[in-house]
């Protein structure tokens, strides 16, 4: 009985070891390729991140790196590779804006389905957002949570999607949304619930790759 507990115990280092050699691996190859902007092994990155999401981050604060290079090295490792897809949709594109994105007077109305209703008031950068989306053939939907992108998967049938959140937010999402539609994910610019911003120009970048 001695024995197998030592072999046991043996069986787990050895095991945790491979795990975090492998994980440690996968993030320098994702890290080349997030600043080469030159994709390695994409679709190996992304199982193993996924996978080993904990880990990973674990690694980075052990190293006293960021952890959320982790989330920043899936979100364009997964927009590289939905690239092309995302380009070729013409119709029901969406863009999804957190709710933390409003101005703190925001008098906008939450339907439980489609969440907030932009009035454009011009107090934030969703009315901005929203008038640059028309242009493009995109609508836009702002909501309160991650269970209102389901909501929206499920009444609007989008074709193709834009993500704006924060970066643990944004990772899982995308993650969910990818095994639909083709997705590309844009970071807010500072993590919070209140008040928050993103680059404009970069969302409205996406858009414009899109044949309208």
């Not at 949304?177 to 008040?195: A, N, T, W």
């Amino acid at each position: 009985m001695v024995f197998s507990y030592e072999l046991f115990g043996r069986l787990f280092v050895y095991l945790a070891i491979a795990i975090f050699s492998i994980t440690g691996f996968t993030l320098l190859i994702g890290l080349y390729s997030f600043k080469r902007n030159t994709m390695i092994f994409p679709n190996l990155i992304l199982f193993v991140l996924y996978l080993f999401y904990s880990p990973a981050k674990w690694i980075c604060h052990v190293f006293s790196i960021k952890d959320t290079l982790v989330d920043e090295i899936l979100v364009e490792v997964r927009n590289a590779v939905m690239i092309d897809k995302f380009k070729k949709i013409c119709d029901k594109k969406v863009l999804i804006l957190p709710q933390c994105m409003r101005h703190s007077s925001c008098q906008a109305r939450c339907d439980p389905i489609v969440g907030y209703q932009c009035k454009e008031c011009g107090k934030c950068d969703i009315g901005l957002l929203c008038q640059e989306a028309r242009k493009y053939n995109f609508k836009v939907f702002v909501i309160p949570g991650d269970s209102f992108v389901k909501k929206i998967m499920r009444s609007y049938k989008p074709n193709s999607c834009i993500g704006v959140a924060c970066f643990q937010e944004l990772t899982e999402s995308m993650q969910s949304v990818s095994k639909h539609i083709p997705v590309q994910g844009v970071f807010l610019l500072k993590d919070g619930c209140y008040m928050t911003t993103v680059d404009i120009e970069e969302v409205v970048t996406k858009m414009e790759m899109c044949d309208v």
